[in-house]
């Protein structure tokens, strides 16, 4: 099965996204304003999901390959910041391809850095097909959040200095690319968000872990006293962070790929060799936690996340992130509630006590706002 910019045209409607109006992209809060209140409660709650995050305690790979005659770029195992940093390693991986002197080329994989791979392959000059087992909106990377906030991506005592260069020049690198994509059109927004905590303090990274070198991209960073916010715990940190909602990004992403020429054909790969039989020369690995059985990395791991979903509140202008693994995102599909971390768990069935902890501990939160 092969999807064409003429199946795209003929049927899916994306293209009218096109004609979407841009609208602010910022919610920017008025000293004193209200955050409205999030209603948690069971029946208020749409879908239930859970996906797994391809994890590798040294991070991501991004690097080159010979395979027989062919060159395989490597793009995986970015943890809970495939969105995040899909725009970063995909840069990273076709500068890696550039000194191949192939130009036809596939990419393996459909989500969100596969796409952002085939993207960035177009704009230079190459023809890119992807092949893969499912297309947005039935890839892993449509169960994700959508904050643009790098974690979950490494253990720190795994880490080698060459990571963390890579690691720093793909944040800033995809931090500067999603700014060129707010708007309603590709579902990306600037919105406020609150770190709340506890047992003390919302710290920063310290200067050894890689993430020290992000935090200094986040707008207007300001820790908070309990007066000038209205969360029940006594410290709260806000800054300013990007919200891509992946039911809109991705269909986008897919549009912008087939209407500039790329094709799509649906195949699955067990094995290194199989590769070996495609008629293209330079391969891109995206295929996230696949990799471990088709590359043998033995390293990289499922860590299990569930979400739940509530009624949508247009109303909500705000993020949250703690106190403990909770947080909420307002997105247009639904507010997001989650989260759990199960490291090694492959199941993506969702398990009806996660649901509970965190309509639970969502509900505390929410119910003890003032104002």
Known sequence: MRISRRGLLGGSGLVLAACAVRRSPVAVLAPGARLSRVKVSPDRVIRTIAGLRPFRPSGFVVRGEKLGEKTVIHNYGHGGAGITLSWGTSQLAVEEGAKAEARD?????CGVVGL????LLQQRGYNPV???RETPPSTTSNVAGGLWDPVSVYDRPSVTPEFRRQFGEAARFAFRRYQSLTGDLYGVRWLPLYTL????AVAVAPPESPNSEVQPLYPEPKQLSPGEHPFNVPFAHRRYSMLIEPAIYLNALMRDYLLNGGRIAIREFQSREELMGLRENLLFNCTGLGAGKLFGDAELTPIKGQLSFLLPQPELDYMTVGPGDIYMFPRRDGVLLGCSHERGVWSTEPDPATTERILRENAALFGGMRG
């Open 116 to 119: 952002s791979t085939a993207r």
């Open 197 to 200: 905590s506890r047992d003390g």
């Open 105 to 109: 080329c596939a990419v393996i994989g």
């Open 130 to 132: 992807i092949y893969a």
